[in-house]
């Protein structure tokens, strides 16, 4: 080969090593730079009112979540519409894992009704359960009722004079205070609200006589002796010292048993290393005693799920709500309530 030939080609080569070398130094540098997911605050939608059971597990992850996350959570209450509101906008927000949601048993069961705007079960993705609770029957402590027998007693002595607060159409406190009246062969007016507070401050206000709300948000009411409890809707009493006392539906002789379950979910589509990331992240909240102590004293049970077992829960409570909504005859009542 010519000499002048070969200094070409050394020449050459030597100048695509260089390009190579800088391309592979500048890829580098990008994979090293890129952000790592969360690098801004993460916004949790809650699609209830403030202080209701949803509202104080937002809170409970929101103490924890710069520990683990290491991004703070921005709590956004959104109620209305029986929570249709909420998960509306948690359902139409980018998946980014920037915008996630507070979850219960209750967007299962909306769907049942009729459409909604978004199928809440598919258009979103659970990422983790945090705790499990019954509903509790609760009147005001001025009221002569000292159990379920009596209400029941007044309202047959009373036609239609008893109003009962719920959270929203077709929710499962809705649910629980039809079954009781049907089961009851009672009359109840129902009074629906945007959230469990609301039901609690219309319940003190003499607006409503009987509500159906979680235990987090009537437990101070009724250690203050301001709020007197008739009945829980669990299998078992409530585990909770405070609460223990509190006798199930099935002792006094009516089948209601409805537990709820609060929940994070975000919209379908996560990318992968996000929902890996909160997946772990959660995982370590729900796991922190701390976290575990500030749910009990709210009157709940940690209960955690992962993003599989959550999917898996979604889908046999969403059958099973089908069946019981049909088969108790509320969903023909709830819907001509609706309509």
């Not at 070398?21 to 790592?36: E, M, Y």
């Not at 009147?139 to 959270?167: C, M, R």
């Not at 159906?212 to 009537?218: Q, R």
């Not at 500030?294 to 999917?311: A, H």
């Amino acid at each position: 080969m010519p000499k002048k030939a070969l200094i070409l080609l050394t020449t050459c080569l030597l100048l695509i090593s260089i390009l190579i070398g800088g391309c592979n130094d500048i890829q580098s540098k990008a994979t090293t730079t890129t952000p790592q997911y969360p690098t801004k605050p993460i916004t949790i939608i809650v699609p209830f009112s403030a202080g209701g059971g949803l509202d104080l597990t937002a809170r409970a992850l929101e103490k924890m979540a710069p520990k683990y996350l290491g991004q703070p959570f921005v709590i956004v209450n959104k109620p209305g519409g029986a929570g249709t509101i909420g998960w509306n906008e948690l359902s139409s927000a980018s998946p980014d894992g920037y915008t996630l949601g507070l979850s219960s048993v209750d967007l299962l069961i909306l769907p049942l009704y009729g459409p909604t705007k978004y199928h809440y079960p598919t258009a979103l993705e659970p990422l983790v359960q945090v705790s499990t609770s019954s509903f509790i029957m609760i009147v005001q402590a001025e009221q002569p009722w000292q159990n379920l027998n009596d209400v029941i007693t007044y309202a047959k002595q009373h036609p239609a004079q008893l109003k009962f607060g719920h959270s929203g159409i077709g929710s499962p406190s809705h649910i629980i205070g039809e079954t009781l009246a049907k089961d009851a062969g009672i009359t109840l007016e129902q009074v629906p609200f945007r959230g469990a507070s609301e039901v609690t401050v219309a319940l003190l206000g003499k607006h409503v006589q009987i509500a159906f709300i979680n235990p987090a948000t009537a437990k101070e009411h009724i250690k203050n002796g301001t709020l007197r409890a008739l009945a829980t809707t669990g299998e078992q009493r409530l585990t909770d010292p405070d609460l223990a006392y509190i006798p199930t539906f099935k002792e006094q002789g009516f089948n209601i048993v409805l537990n709820n379950w609060h929940g994070l979910a975000a919209p379908k589509g996560l990318p992968p290393e996000a929902k890996t990331k909160l997946a772990e992240g959660l995982k370590a909240i729900v796991s922190d005693p701390e976290f575990k102590t500030n749910v009990e004293n709210l009157g709940m049970q940690v209960e955690y799920l992962d993003p599989r077992e959550s999917t898996e829960k979604w889908l046999t409570d969403g059958e099973n709500s089908a069946k019981t909504v049909q088969k108790t005859g509320i969903l023909d009542l709830i819907k001509a309530q609706k309509n």
